[in-house]
């Protein structure tokens, strides 16, 4: 077996081989931890700096004023508020999906009350049987019908596709069999080239055109999309000698005439809004909005044009759609728009243009004619297939719970504020699935089980996106987009039960909790000096900035205090001067031995880490587990408890450690008792 060298120990009582530390080191991190402690002591305390010091001469020659920092996060016992039991309706939700929408609905009500500035709710579920319960406590608020219209006002968003399968009509088989019928026998009378007139008169069933012979004069694309396009393919004296399917039943069309139509113009815009323009919100006044105009349209041109609507346009979704208004006629636009964007040639800037809305730049990028047509139509109508003559919805897999973001948005034809949706991944992917499926077909979308809004579905729509339009004012659609950014209830709930924690009673408790904490802080300041003497007052100097520190961090995270967490931060405190108490009886065994007082001291350090180590490790891995494991009140325990070690750990080894080298190094270094009473050499 091979020769190693092994290094000899140190025999006891010589000094350490580690190199000191310099006075000047040790004094620079003492400095340190003195003003950051003042520092935190000064954010956690405002109210006495703002009483005394900033009224000083030296605080209005450093310009400081009056401080008004956040402040402490208080939980309903300390604070005050409000408690509110709901209970989830799951009849319409499978078995094995119960828990997972009952914690979707914990989700939303954290991040709608969170939204609406309120102090951080407890929000938990309980599951007993069949009764689904969510269990909301409102810190601060005092009105509990607030508290109630925050969390129900909440929507439930459902998106729906027509029922192939609905419940079929009595009698609808004999009706569909006689429209059919009748469809056939009209066919047949039009390719026998039987006066369109008479043929209308005798079997269309449009009433208001039935008694002119059919005539359903000038047609525009926009009115019959399925009719236009048969005449514009066919052109005038054609006709239809096959049915044209459309919502409304099986159409036949003769084309008698044509004429132009109402010019379009196909243009992007910039707009600048100021302070009482119509759907403005900004503060702008209108003489520098003019301005801003101006300057935008001195470096518009084709090529910067969408990056600049992106950059300055006040129309709500500018970003993303460039200012893009699509092909309008010259009745859809406000008169001034109309006609400056009329009067440009394709490709060209127009200057600022004013109109209600504010001031718009124009680039027209095209203008095109389509024709109208004039035409007679017979209409069989389609007999109602459904028991209720109405249009039956089917719930999809679309929902709230999909939902990513809301905002309002302007429809680029007719001004009127809409909601824009955007979905999340999965959202995505079921929207584009839900579109391809019903092409053609309408999808409604609806909203605390009314429908709102049922477009029909022209292609296939990827990307996750879907606008909800409506006869909605600006704020309304700003609420909605407001509530639906908040989160839609994956499932609807009920208020069970409410209550109301006075403040009198949470001050009265956050009063005795500060009385104890001081009590218990003064206690064990006092065993330890007497005690400890010197060494204790350093443990306790280290224990006013540890105090600082916590405080600190607690309205920084911010950490919502609870009579439980005020607890854990008390308990805390003990802790730290536990670590202390540990270094201090090591540090009287070595004095005791006959070691210097420097000595001594580096020796209590390092054999009593292990011991505060593995002391704190333990105490730390059972707040870990309250806090993962355990209800919201023994969270707040927990948290602070931990928070308290991992802080104590540090000001205990390296703080008191810096002071206790610093004065060890005094000219009472030789006065053993100052540092370890009774201590026999």
């Known amino acids: ?406 905002q309002v948005e302007f429809d680029k034809q007719t001004s009127q504020p809409t909601v824009a949706l955007n979905f999340n991944a999965d959202g995505e992917k079921l929207f584009g699935d839900l579109t391809a499926r019903n092409v053609g077909k309408p999808i409604a979308i609806f909203l605390d089980g009314g429908i709102i809004s049922a477009p029909t579905v022209q292609q296939e729509i990827r990307g996750g996106s879907a606008i909800i339009s409506g006869s909605f004012t600006i704020a309304e659609s700003k609420l909605l987009a407001q509530r639906l950014n908040a989160g839609a209830l994956p499932v609807p709930i009920k208020l069970a039960s409410q209550q109301t924690v006075g403040p009198t009673l949470g001050k009265t408790s956050l009063d005795k909790s500060m009385f104890a904490g001081l009590i218990g802080f003064a206690l064990v300041a006092l065993f330890m000096i007497l005690y400890y003497r010197v060494s204790g007052f350093m443990a306790v100097l280290a224990l006013v900035i540890y105090v600082s520190f916590v405080l600190a961090i607690f309205k920084l995270i911010p950490v919502t205090l609870t009579l439980a967490g005020i607890a854990g931060f008390i308990l805390s405190m003990g802790i730290a001067v536990d670590a202390n108490v540990l270094v201090f009886a090591r540090m009287k065994e070595e004095l005791q031995a006959g070691r210097s007082l420097s000595s001594a001291l580096e020796e209590g350090y390092k054999r009593a880490w292990p011991s505060i180590r593995d002391g704190n490790y333990t105490t730390l891995i059972s707040a870990l587990v309250l806090f993962w494991f355990s209800s919201s009140v023994i969270k707040g325990f927990a948290l602070t408890l931990g928070l308290g070690i991992l802080l104590s750990m540090f000001t205990a080894m390296v703080v008191s450690k810096v002071f206790m080298t610093l004065i060890t190094g005094w000219s009472w270094k030789e006065k053993i008792g100052l540092f370890a009473p009774r201590v026999k050499r």
Not at 23 to 50: E, H, K, S
Not at 114 to 134: L, Y
Not at 366 to 379: E, F, H, P, S
Request: aromatic letters at 10%.
């Open 1 to 406: 077996m091979p020769l190693r060298y092994k290094k000899p120990a140190r025999p006891f009582g010589a000094p350490s081989t580690k190199k000191p530390m310099s006075r000047r080191f040790l004094w620079l991190w003492a400095i340190i931890f003195l003003a950051i402690g003042a520092v935190a002591a000064v954010f956690d305390f405002p109210t006495a700096w703002n009483q005394t010091t900033a009224r000083t001469r030296i605080a209005h020659t450093l310009h400081l004023g009056e401080w008004h920092p956040r402040a402490f996060r208080l939980g309903l016992d300390l604070l005050g508020g409000s408690e509110l039991v709901y209970e989830a309706d799951m009849a319409n939700i499978p078995l094995t999906d119960r828990n997972a929408a009952l914690t979707g609905v914990r989700d939303v009500i954290e991040r709608r009350v969170n939204a609406m500035g309120v102090s951080e709710p407890v929000v938990q579920t309980v599951h007993t049987g069949n009764t689904f319960r969510i269990v909301v406590e409102l810190a601060g608020i005092r009105d509990i019908n607030q508290a109630i219209r925050q969390i129900g006002e909440t929507p439930i968003l459902e998106f729906k596709e027509v029922d192939p399968n609905p419940p079929i009509a009595k009698g609808y088989d004999a009706e569909l069999a006689t429209a059919q019928e009748k469809v056939k026998t009209v066919s047949t009378r039009v390719k026998q080239r039987s006066s369109f007139a008479a043929l209308a008169t005798e079997f269309s069933e449009d009433e208001r055109a039935k008694n002119n012979g059919g005539d359903r004069g000038y047609v525009k694309s926009a009115d019959e999309p399925e009719l236009w396009r048969f005449a514009d393919t066919h052109g005038v004296g054609s006709r239809s000698f096959d049915a044209i399917p459309t919502s409304k039943g099986w159409n036949f069309i003769e084309v008698y005439g044509k004429r132009a139509g109402d010019a379009e113009v196909e243009a992007r815009h910039i707009l600048i809004c100021y302070k009482g323009a119509k759907n403005c919100d900004r503060e702008t006044s209108k003489e520098d909005a003019r301005k801003l105009a101006e300057e935008v349209r001195a470096k518009a041109t084709k090529t910067n044009f969408n990056e600049l609507a992106k950059t300055y346009s006040t129309e709500p979704g500018a970003d993303t759609s460039f200012g893009a208004l699509g092909w309008f006629t010259r009745s859809t636009m406000v008169k001034p728009f109309a006609d400056a964007a009329f009067a440009l040639k394709a490709g060209d800037i127009s200057a600022p243009v004013e109109t209600e809305f504010g001031f718009h730049i124009i680039y027209k990028t095209g203008q095109k004619t389509q024709n109208d047509y004039a035409m007679r139509q017979i209409l069989i109508k389609k007999p109602i297939k459904t028991a209720s003559g109405n249009v039956v919805w089917k719930n999809t897999e679309l929902s709230g719970k999909h939902l990513k973001g809301a």
